[in-house]
């Protein structure tokens, strides 16, 4: 198993600035990638961005330029600074690890509520 524990959510106003983390534990062995997903009000969950053991990134189009995943593997945890941000980045984010090569297991934190207010 591997446990994520999230932090770093709140209510910023629109324009504003927040990095969440998020720290891994357990069986954290083969994890090929972690990342940032969403999930807005009345939307489906969404991957923001995310970062491979290898140090690739995939980022959605709609946080380009404005958010950038980082990390540090000596903590086993993973960082999303949001910069310029717009009410519709309002959601609750989740991190996600997926561990496994041929078999791949996701795993999920428990989600942190972004708020950005106009």
């Known amino acids: 198993q591997v446990q994520l524990v999230e932090s770093g959510g709140g209510l910023v106003q629109a324009g504003g600035s927040l990095r969440l983390s998020c720290a891994a534990s357990?069986?954290?062995?083969?994890?090929?990638?972690m990342g940032w997903y969403r999930q807005g009000p009345g939307k489906q969950r969404e991957l923001v961005e995310s970062?491979?053991?290898?140090?690739?990134?995939t980022y959605a189009d709609s946080v380009k330029g404005r958010f950038t995943i980082s990390r540090d593997i000596a903590k086993n945890t993973v960082y999303l600074q949001m910069t310029s941000l717009k009410p519709e980045d309002t959601a609750v984010y989740f991190c996600?690890?997926?561990?496994?090569?041929?078999?791949?297991?996701?795993?999920w934190g428990q989600g942190t509520q972004v708020t950005v207010s106009s």
């Open positions: 996600n690890a997926a561990r496994g090569i041929t078999v791949v297991r996701d795993y």
């Open positions: 357990g069986l954290i062995v083969d994890i090929t990638a």
């Open positions: 970062i491979t053991s290898g140090g690739m990134t």
